[in-house]
């Protein structure tokens, strides 16, 4: 399911200028800017666009760095950074994802850096790549799910305990334990070119399913 979160705050302008390192105020670079626009949306090609504007940008931003989680609240890694444009006047950022996976829904964050501080915008946005199979719905109710590729991913939507157990050839657990949202990764049986893998969640999923995905 392809979603499109756009966010024109009040009056269409954001403020902020909270600086996150602990350091005396006095000594930290003005940051403070007013974003109109942060938006992302899945991409009919694959991947997320990561779109924002800024009213007004403090000259002492030297890069935006993009933050992307798997859920709203919690986790997020540093996903990339976006230099400033030399142009001061051309306020309109993108930025393309192209690592995010088909059927995993992410969440993203901005922050507006300087020479030795960094200030996040309070604000953030969520895309889900398509599947291209018809099947989004179905996976987006999914608390935990198998991916394609050629390793075998484990995406956890929903924190909860997970069990993953390989159910052909040499039966074992892969997996058993709470997980939190996210990808997680096993390698394939060696030898075996298919196997049988049984997925449960504490939420009450389960599933037999065929690994490779079709």
Known sequence: MNRFISFALWLGLLSFGAATLAQSSSNLPELSSLLSLFSAHALPSGGVRINWTLE??????????IYRGYE?????AV?????????????????PDTTARPGVSYFYKLAAVGQSS??????????TPRMGDGSDKAVDAMPVMLLPGNNISLYVRHTGHV?????SGNRKPLV??????GIYEFDAPAGQ????LH?????????????PLQ
């Open 72 to 76: 709203d609240v919690g986790n997020f």
């Open 199 to 211: 997925l449960s969640h504490e939420s009450g999923y389960e599933a037999d399913i065929t690994w």
């Open 79 to 95: 996903l990339s950074e976006v230099a400033v444009h030399e142009a001061a006047d051309v306020l309109d950022y993108s930025f």
């Open 56 to 65: 007004q940008q403090s000259p002492t931003i030297v890069n935006f760095r």
């Open 163 to 167: 069990r993953l157990d390989l159910v």
């Open 118 to 127: 960094e200030s996040v915008f309070p604000v953030v946005i969520s895309a």
């Open 193 to 196: 070119k298919q196997v049988t």
């Open 176 to 181: 058993d334990d709470t997980l939190q949202p």
